[in-house]
C-alpha cells in the first residue's frame, strides 16, 4: 500500500510510535510518505520504500499566527495525488486530522483518500478537553474513516469524553525486540554512574503531567537502603525544577541528567529499575522498551499502565504522588537479586508474547485494508 503518515516529529511517544510504524510497514514492502514540518527524530530515511515531505509555513506580517494546519492540509492532498496514496494515518488528533479531513474534501471529486486518525493520549485528555479544541477534535474523530487507540483505558475516555459512537480499535503500542532487547553478556560497562550502585532511570519529555520531581524524592527514599544513582533522559520544563531538587537535597553527585538522547535502547540495558511516576499515561511506551530491555519498572496505576503491567509480575505499579510505596518497590528491586531477576524475565517475556512489531504491524495492516474496504 502507499501510506501518508504524518505526526509531530519531535521528541514524544506519539512521533516515535508513528516513525516506527512507518519503518515497519516499509520493511514490509509498504511505500511510507512522512509529511511533517521537521524530519521525525527516529527516522532513517536511508531506508527504501521511506519518503518524507517537508511542511513549509510561510509567513506574513498579518499572520500573528502561521497557519500549519493549512500548510499541512495542501502538501497533505500534494503528495496524496502526486503518488496516488491509499490512505492518510495520522498521529494526535489536533490539528493532524483536520487537516486530513480538509485533504480528504480537496480531493473527493478526483479520488478517494480515507484517514485513520491514531489517538495517542494527551490529544484527548489535556488538549482535546480543553475548551477551544474540543468542538473540533470531537468532529474530527468523528469524521475520521477509521479511529484507533494505543490502550483500552485511552478508548474509554475518549467515549466518554467526546460522547462518539464511532468503532475505536484498541491497537497498542509495540517494541522492536530486536533492537530492544537484554544486554547480551551481563551488564555493559556503564560511563554514568559509579561502579556498584543500582541505577535507577527515568525518561521522558519532563511535562509536568511525568510528575520527574517525585523521581528525585524516590531516589533520597532508595538511597536510605541502597546504594543507587538516577540517570534522567529527556528534557523540557520541568528540568531545571529536578535539577534545582537534587541540589537542594544534597543529590547532585547521585543523579545525572543526560538531556535527549537518540539510542534509548543503548542506555535502557543499563537500568536496574525503570521510573515512571506519572500523573496519567495513556499507554507508557517507555514502559514496554524497558520490560523488552528486561528492566522492570516501578510506575503509577493510571491510564494504560495497567494493562501493560501485571503488578507483583513483570513490574510494579503505584498511586500518583505516593513517593514511601513508589520508593519502597525501588528497594525491594534493588536489595532482593531473586526477585528483580524473576521480574526482568517477566517483562522480558510479556514484552516478547505481545507487543513485539511483528505481531502488532499485522493488525495496523489488517486494519489499513478494513478501511480501504480491500
Ligand atoms: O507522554 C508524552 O508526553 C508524549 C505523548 C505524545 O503524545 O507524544 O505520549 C503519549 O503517547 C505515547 C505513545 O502512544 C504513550 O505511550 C504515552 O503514554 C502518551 N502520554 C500520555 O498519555 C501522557
Given amino acids: ?177 530486536d533492537m530492544y532487547r537484554p544486554a547480551r553478556s551481563g551488564r555493559p560497562e556503564n560511563p554514568y554512574t559509579p561502579a556498584g ?25 532508595v538511597r536510605k537502603d541502597a546504594p543507587a544513582h538516577l540517570l534522567m533522559v529527556g528534557d523540557g520544563p520541568e528540568r531545571g525544577p529536578a535539577e534545582g531538587l537534587a541540589h537542594e537535597l544534597g543529590l547532585e553527585r547521585h543523579v545525572t541528567f543526560l538531556g535527549k538522547q537518540s539510542h534509548i535502547e543503548r542506555l535502557l540495558p543499563l537500568a536496574d529499575v525503570l521510573l515512571l511516576p506519572s500523573q496519567l499515561e495513556s499507554f507508557g511506551l517507555v514502559v514496554l522498551e524497558a520490560m523488552a530491555c528486561g528492566v522492570p519498572s516501578v510506575a503509577t496505576r493510571v491510564g494504560g499502565l495497567p494493562e501493560l503491567v501485571t503488578h507483583g509480575h513483570d513490574g510494579f505499579l503505584e498511586a500518583v504522588g505516593d513517593i514511601p510505596a513508589q520508593a519502597a518497590r525501588v528497594a525491594e528491586l534493588v536489595t532482593d537479586a531473586d526477585l528483580h531477576r524473576r521480574m526482568s524475565e517477566a517483562a522480558r517475556s510479556t514484552a516478547e508474547s505481545r507487543y513485539c512489531s ?11 485494508r478494513e478501511i480501504c474496504g480491500g
Fill in 1 to 177: 500500500m502507499k501510506i501518508g503518515i504524518t505526526c509531530y516529529p519531535t521528541y514524544g511517544g506519539s512521533g516515535i510510535v508513528a516513525t516506527e510504524l512507518g519503518l515497519e510497514l516499509a520493511i514490509r514492502g509498504h511505500d511510507v510518505h512522512f509529511i511533517s514540518y521537521a524530519n521525525p527524530i527516529r527516522l532513517d530515511l536511508e531506508q527504501p520504500r521511506v519518503h518524507y515531505h517537508e511542511v513549509e509555513v510561510s509567513t506574513y506580517p498579518l499572520f500573528q499566527f502561521p497557519p500549519y494546519s493549512l500548510a499541512l492540509t495542501s502538501r497533505m492532498a500534494e503528495v496524496a495525488e502526486l503518488y496516488s496514496l491509499d490512505l492518510l494515518h495520522v498521529h494526535y488528533a489536533i490539528p493532524h486530522s483536520v487537516s486530513a479531513l480538509l485533504a480528504r474534501g480537496m480531493l473527493a471529486a478526483r479520488r478517494r483518500l480515507p484517514f485513520i486518525t491514531t489517538l495517542h493520549g494527551t490529544d484527548i485528555t489535556l488538549v482535546g478537553a480543553d475548551r477551544s479544541y474540543y468542538p473540533i477534535t470531537k468532529f474530527s474523530i468523528e469524521q475520521s474513516d477509521g479511529i484507533t487507540s494505543v490502550s483500552e483505558d485511552l478508548r474509554r475516555r475518549t467515549m466518554e469524553m467526546f460522547h462518539i459512537s464511532n468503532e475505536i480499535r484498541v491497537i497498542h503500542n509495540f517494541v522492536n525486540c
Fill in 197 to 221: 550502585e543500582k541505577v535507577l532511570l527515568h525518561i521522558s519529555n519532563f511535562r509536568p503531567v511525568k510528575r520527574v520531581l517525585d523521581c528525585i524524592h524516590i531516589l533520597q527514599a
Fill in 358 to 368: 511483528s505481531l502488532v504491524i499485522p493488525e495496523y495492516e489488517r486494519y489499513y
